[in-house]
C-alpha cells in the first residue's frame, strides 16, 4: 500500500479545468488547451506522498527548471510558454505555476547515469547490470561509471513504483526511432548539465527526464533537473564505497528509514509527519543546490 497519505482536493479556478493532481504537482488546463502546471511544497518518498509540505520547494523547482530549461534549449526545446499566472488563481500560485504546450506524453521515465547507486546499484549487485546493460566488476555506491547510460523506466501511477525496462521494451513499447531519439537526447542533455554543475562542485549522478512530442517534434517536459528528480553530490566528498552526502530528498528518505522515524517501509501504514527539523534541513539543501547551481540567492 502506498500513494498519499492525505490527497488533497484541487483548488478549482475559473476558465481552468483540473486535470490531475500528481505527487508533487497540480494540472490544469485553460481555455486555450495549454497546461498549467503547480508546483506544490509536498514532499514524496518511498512512493508516498508525505503528511509534512517543504516551505518553499515548489518555488524553487520552479525557478531551478526555468534556469536550466534556458541552458538546454539549443540541445531540445522545451514546453514553458510563460509563468504567468492564470486570471483568478490564488495568489501563492505566483512562482509555482508554468503555462505549457501540451504535448502527446512518452510514457517512459528517461533516466541517465553516469553513477552508481539507487535502484542501478541495487540491480548491479545481482546482476553485473543496469537495465540489461553490462558493466565491468568491482563498482561499488557512488562509483563513476566508464560512460553515462541511458536507464529507462516506466511510467508509474501515484503509489506505484516505476520499473527500470531494458532499452529494448522501450522501442517495444513506442518504436525505434523515437527509443533511439529518447537515448540520444537524454544523453545529450545529461552531458550538458553533467559539465554545468562540476563546474559548480557537483556531481550530477542521475536524472530523469520527460519527453512529449509537439507534431513530429521532441520536447523536454515536467521539470529539469531539480534535487528532485536527480541526485547531485558535493564534488569534495565524493568517496566510492559509501552513500553519498547529497543535494535533495535523501535527507527525508534516510529520516523515514531511521529508528527515529519508527515507520515501518514494509507495512501498510503510511510514513509519520517529519519533525521540524528535518524540514527545515530538507528546504536548507534545496535552497543550497539551488544557490550553488544558479550562483544566485535564493532569497
Given at each position: 500500500m502506498?500513494?498519499?497519505?492525505?490527497?488533497?482536493?484541487?483548488?478549482?479556478?475559473?476558465?481552468?479545468?483540473?486535470?490531475?493532481?500528481?505527487?508533487?504537482?497540480?494540472?490544469?488546463q485553460?481555455?486555450?488547451?495549454?497546461?498549467?502546471?503547480?508546483a506544490?511544497?509536498?514532499?514524496?518518498?518511498?512512493?508516498?506522498?508525505?503528511?509534512?509540505?517543504?516551505?518553499?520547494?515548489?518555488?524553487?523547482?520552479?525557478?531551478?527548471s526555468?534556469?536550466?530549461?534556458?541552458?538546454?534549449?539549443?540541445?531540445?526545446?522545451?514546453?514553458?510558454?510563460?509563468?504567468?499566472v492564470?486570471?483568478?488563481?490564488?495568489?501563492?500560485?505566483?512562482?509555482?505555476?508554468l503555462v505549457?504546450?501540451?504535448?502527446?506524453?512518452?510514457?517512459?521515465?528517461?533516466?541517465?547515469?553516469?553513477?552508481?547507486?539507487?535502484?542501478?546499484?541495487?540491480e548491479?549487485?545481482?546482476s553485473?547490470?543496469v537495465c540489461?546493460?553490462?558493466?565491468?566488476?568491482?563498482?561499488?555506491d557512488?562509483?563513476?561509471l566508464?560512460a553515462?547510460i541511458?536507464?529507462p523506466a516506466?511510467k508509474a501511477?501515484v503509489?506505484?513504483h516505476?520499473?527500470?525496462?531494458s532499452?529494448?521494451?522501450?522501442?517495444?513499447?513506442v518504436?525505434?526511432e523515437t527509443?533511439?531519439?529518447?537515448?540520444?537526447?537524454?544523453?545529450?542533455?545529461y552531458?550538458?548539465?553533467?559539465?554545468i554543475?562540476?563546474?559548480?562542485?557537483?556531481?550530477?549522478?542521475?536524472?530523469?527526464?520527460?519527453?512529449g512530442?509537439?507534431g513530429?517534434?521532441?520536447?523536454?517536459?515536467?521539470?529539469?533537473l531539480?534535487?528532485?528528480?536527480?541526485?547531485?553530490?558535493?564534488?569534495?566528498q565524493?568517496?566510492?564505497g559509501r552513500a553519498?552526502p547529497?543535494?535533495?530528498?535523501?535527507f527525508v528518505?534516510?529520516?523515514l528509514?531511521?529508528?527515529?522515524?519508527g515507520?515501518?517501509?514494509?507495512?501498510?501504514?503510511p510514513?509519520?509527519?517529519?519533525?521540524?527539523?528535518?524540514v527545515?534541513?530538507?528546504?536548507?539543501?534545496?535552497?543550497?543546490?539551488?544557490e550553488?547551481?544558479?550562483g544566485t540567492?535564493?532569497?
Amino acid at each position: 500500500m502506498s500513494g498519499f497519505v492525505e490527497k488533497p482536493e484541487p483548488i478549482q479556478v475559473p476558465g481552468l479545468v483540473h486535470l490531475h493532481t500528481g505527487k508533487v504537482r497540480d494540472l490544469y488546463q485553460n481555455e486555450a488547451g495549454d497546461l498549467v502546471m503547480v508546483a506544490s511544497d509536498r514532499m514524496s518518498a518511498y512512493d508516498w506522498v508525505l503528511p509534512t509540505e517543504i516551505p518553499d520547494k515548489g518555488r524553487i523547482l520552479t525557478r531551478l527548471s526555468l534556469w536550466w530549461f534556458d541552458r538546454l534549449a539549443d540541445l531540445v526545446p522545451h514546453h514553458v510558454i510563460s509563468t504567468d499566472v492564470p486570471e483568478g488563481a490564488p495568489a501563492d500560485w505566483a512562482g509555482r505555476t508554468l503555462v505549457c504546450t501540451s504535448l502527446r506524453m512518452v510514457p517512459v521515465e528517461c533516466v541517465a547515469r553516469g553513477y552508481l547507486t539507487g535502484s542501478g546499484l541495487a540491480e548491479y549487485n545481482a546482476s553485473r547490470t543496469v537495465c540489461g546493460l553490462a558493466l565491468p566488476e568491482g563498482l561499488v555506491d557512488g562509483s563513476e561509471l566508464p560512460a553515462p547510460i541511458f536507464t529507462p523506466a516506466t511510467k508509474a501511477e501515484v503509489g506505484e513504483h516505476d520499473e527500470n525496462v531494458s532499452y529494448e521494451e522501450v522501442a517495444r513499447q513506442v518504436g525505434a526511432e523515437t527509443a533511439a531519439k529518447l537515448r540520444q537526447t537524454t544523453l545529450a542533455v545529461y552531458g550538458r548539465a553533467r559539465d554545468i554543475a562540476r563546474e559548480r562542485g557537483i556531481l550530477l549522478a542521475d536524472t530523469k527526464f520527460e519527453f512529449g512530442f509537439e507534431g513530429e517534434t521532441l520536447v523536454l517536459a515536467d521539470e529539469v533537473l531539480t534535487p528532485d528528480s536527480s541526485r547531485f553530490w558535493p564534488a569534495d566528498q565524493w568517496q566510492p564505497g559509501r552513500a553519498q552526502p547529497s543535494y535533495d530528498k535523501q535527507f527525508v528518505r534516510d529520516w523515514l528509514t531511521s529508528a527515529e522515524s519508527g515507520w515501518d517501509r514494509t507495512g501498510e501504514q503510511p510514513p509519520p509527519p517529519l519533525p521540524e527539523a528535518v524540514v527545515e534541513a530538507t528546504r536548507g539543501k534545496y535552497v543550497e543546490a539551488y544557490e550553488r547551481l544558479t550562483g544566485t540567492s535564493w532569497s
